[in-house]
């Protein structure tokens, strides 16, 4: 079906992403949608142009635009090394053990939520890979969807093209879900705040929006290209090294932030200010496509059976992980955070602590969810080996 933006219309599209992340940006930041995050605001925004034809789906794979493909390979590399220029080793290790903690408690929940749709749910001879793949998606992000379903040539089934179709744009229907998690206010008394910081500003999270100096400016794009560029050149070497498909520019680019942020302190302690601002404008516009890919036709015209399916593994995840998560002390943000760390990988558990102003979360975010990259493909294909 055409749409009133054409796929080739670029400069529009990308006009209309930036709009979006605006809109949730400085509307956040104002107050303007009270309790709700601005993230939850350019996800929907964007899917609700995308239902109602008013521009390409994201998530379509009979057309291309080009302009979603350039977001997607770009923004998020490009906005790592800007959110990371305060992140200090020690307090980014406590971070990291406690939300690892949590993130593999949600991991549990995965398989537990994958065995009760395999039993509930069948689909056929092939009903175990199908929660093999979900399994494997939804313990790192969708990186793992493709490892697990060549591994147990799953990639010819004709139970294929749906579970593609419900990975790329029903997941993200959760992930609208998780966004709005640290305002609810039915739950939210009953788990900690996240830092004493934080208690005060618990009713209304904003976006740090601060002025910076082009020569600030300057330096912060110089060293966060050098940066990326860096990940990029050493990404299909490594690949070949580790015999993987993950891709390792990602690793490179938050393991060499880390290293010059900590080996140099009081240079980019300077720089923050105005590389902060930088990171979460990218991700908020890589969100705004991710908004774009959440096309509730397309999520209609999937097969009823694998939605059913797929939202008896979410819904045990995120009741597992709040029940986890109250037990452990955890705050809601921490527990969305890794929740969306499982379901969607770095690439949108990043931006949430980001947006949250959760700056020393932001490498933790990003290295559990890594980890899920690791173990995703295993539990994967090991629950196919066990039941298939």
Not at 5 to 30: M, N, R
Not at 48 to 74: G, K, R, W
Not at 190 to 203: C, G, Q, R, V
């Amino acid at each position: 079906m055409s749409t009133l933006v054409g796929p080739g219309q670029s400069l529009t599209i990308f006009a209309i992403l930036v709009l979006a992340a605006a809109a949730g940006i400085v509307g956040e930041a104002k107050g303007w949608y009270g309790k709700v995050s601005g993230v939850f605001i350019t996800i929907l925004g964007c899917a609700f142009l995308v239902t109602f034809n008013v521009m390409p789906s994201a998530s379509d794979q009979q057309i291309e635009v080009p302009v979603y493909q350039f977001v997607f390979t770009y923004f998020v590399p490009f906005s790592i090394p800007p959110l990371l220029f305060n992140a200090q080793i020690k307090k980014i290790w406590r971070e990291a053990g406690r939300l690892t903690i949590l993130f593999l408690l949600g991991t549990v929940g995965v398989i537990l939520g994958a065995i009760i749709a395999y039993l509930v749910i069948n689909l056929g001879p092939e009903t175990s890979k199908v929660a093999s793949v979900f399994i494997g998606t939804y313990t790192g992000g969708s990186v793992n969807f493709m490892s697990v379903a060549a591994a147990l040539d799953f990639v010819r089934s004709p139970l294929f093209a749906a579970c593609v179709a419900v990975d790329n744009v029903y997941t993200n229907v959760y992930f609208l879900l998780i966004f709005t998690i640290p305002v609810w206010s039915i739950i939210r008394r009953f788990y900690p705040y996240y830092s004493e910081e934080e208690k005060e500003l618990a009713d209304h999270p904003t976006v740090p929006i601060t002025g910076f100096k082009i020569e600030d400016l300057a330096q912060v794009l110089l060293i966060t290209a050098s940066i990326v560029a860096i990940g990029a050149g050493l990404n299909g070497p490594l690949q070949q090294l580790l015999h993987t498909s993950i891709q390792m520019d990602i690793v490179v680019i938050t393991v060499l932030t880390l290293v010059l942020v900590n080996a140099f302190p009081a240079f980019f302690s300077k720089l923050e200010p105005s590389a902060f601002p930088i990171g979460v404008w990218l991700m908020f516009v890589f969100i705004a496509a991710i908004g774009a890919a959440s096309d509730i036709k397309a999520i209609l015209h999937s097969s009823p059976a694998i939605i059913g399916f797929v939202s008896i593994i979410l819904i045990v995840h995120f009741i597992f992980i709040l029940l986890a998560g109250y037990w452990l002390k955890f705050s809601l943000k921490e527990i969305a955070i890794a929740s969306i760390a499982n379901i969607g990988g770095p690439s949108v558990s990043a931006p949430m602590a980001a947006n949250y102003g959760m700056k020393m979360a932001v490498t933790p975010a990003i290295l559990i969810a890594i980890l899920g990259y690791v173990i995703g493909t295993i539990l994967g294909i090991g629950f196919g080996a066990i039941t298939g």
